[in-house]
């Protein structure tokens, strides 16, 4: 892990510790990057990967993943690089957004389909969907990224 900032603004949402969180996660050969703010009225949540040939952006309440690969040049700037990231992104909803909103409609979500998977696990009938490594790698992640937090709200609180 790269960097962890929080700050506690006044009247955090309870039980928030800390209202605006910055995380940079550093791979061998990307950098990640998570934004949170608990006053954001816009209720999104992304999740960015900025690598050497692109960035994958994914939104984590929509269930939906965009890339981006495509070259710069001055004319993709001319236009402006998100415009030229649209239409392969209008492209793929047309494919994508029909079915999620099919299987959403029919209670089958991403997150039944993992839960169904680890039942079928457990049930000795299928491999884990999830290596005991990688569970192992996001909770000690996600325990240094809390006590990242927790360091910057009492150095924030004085």
């Not at 392969?88 to 389909?113: C, I, K, Q």
């Not at 490594?133 to 909770?139: L, M, N, P, Q, R």
Request: net charge positive; hydrophobic share 40%.
């Amino acid at each position: 892990m790269a960097h962890v900032s929080a700050l506690r603004l006044p009247d955090p949402p309870a039980p928030v510790p800390a209202g605006e969180v910055s995380i940079t996660l550093e791979g061998e050969r990307c950098l990640a990057s998570i934004e949170y703010s608990a006053h954001c009225r816009l209720n999104r949540r992304t999740l960015t990967f900025q690598g050497q040939r692109g960035t994958i952006a994914v939104d984590l309440l929509s269930d939906s993943v965009a890339l981006s690969a495509a070259p710069d040049s001055p004319l993709r700037r001319a236009l402006g690089g998100l415009l030229g990231d649209a239409w392969p992104r209008a492209a793929r909803w047309v494919v994508d957004r029909p079915a999620y909103l099919w299987n959403r409609l029919a209670g089958s979500t991403p997150h039944a389909a993992l839960i169904a998977a680890f039942a079928a696990h457990l049930n000795d009938r299928a491999p884990s969907p999830t290596p005991l490594e990688e569970i192992d790698y996001v909770i000690r992640t996600c325990q240094e990224i809390g006590t990242r937090i927790e360091r910057c709200r009492k150095r924030h609180a004085g």
